[in-house]
């Protein structure tokens, strides 16, 4: 079974709207973390955003927010104000820390949804 | 300050040759990761190093694949008798005791004809 589904292969947004990019995952540790990266055409995985599965609030950083339902096992990625940089593919990750516990350990990866933001 | 480098960028051999690709971390970062990414999917896992140890080795495909980082600094990811099915982005990434972000380098592009 996937441990990280993302279900739109792609989206499009008009530029200065919001868009929400959808991510699902699947887990039995009850300590993990969830992660957002961004990977432009250029090629590098840019971090965007970070929630702890025990946080209580929702992530946010700058543009990006992380609308985390726990119960839900959903950590969807809303992007406000979008800008034609935003361009690229979006990958959702997480962590599961019952191995190595703190902050360490792989991550696993959606197959990204493709945003492309018009003008 | 420097970000995750790897070398080569790009790196096209034939079927059977022996490769390695480097990644040298931010310094100070005590974790280090491989990855490999395939034409429209998303990373996946190869192995971990924490310190000169590598504490997962389970993403490792097979016995063709090791990787080495002998002084807790530079690591080497190593494939012997590549196959055409070995083509892919290989992504490194480090990451600083603490912290949850992993910073990701540029990635090697290896391309087996």
Redesign the interface.
Known sequence: AQK?TQTQPGMFVQEKEAVTLDCTYDTSDPSY?L?W?KQPS??????LI?Q?SYDQQNATEGRYSLNFQKARKSANLVISASQLGDSAMY?C?M?ELM??G???????????TKLSVKP | GAGVSQTPSNKVTEKGKYVELRCDPISGHT?L?W?RQSL??????LI?F?GTGA??DS?LPNDRFFAVRPEGSVSTLKIQRTERGDSA?Y?C?S?R???????????TRLTVL
Do not use: C, H, W
């Open positions: 990280i973390g992660f990266y250029s090629g590098e995985m840019i971090f970070y702890g990958f990750a962590r191995n190595y703190g902050s360490q350990g792989n991550l696993i990866f959606g197959k990204g | 974790a990761y990855y429209g999917q998303g990373p996946e896992f971990y924490q504490a997962d993403g982005v992504l990434a990451s005791t603490g912290y949850n972000e992993q910073f990701f380098g540029p990635g």
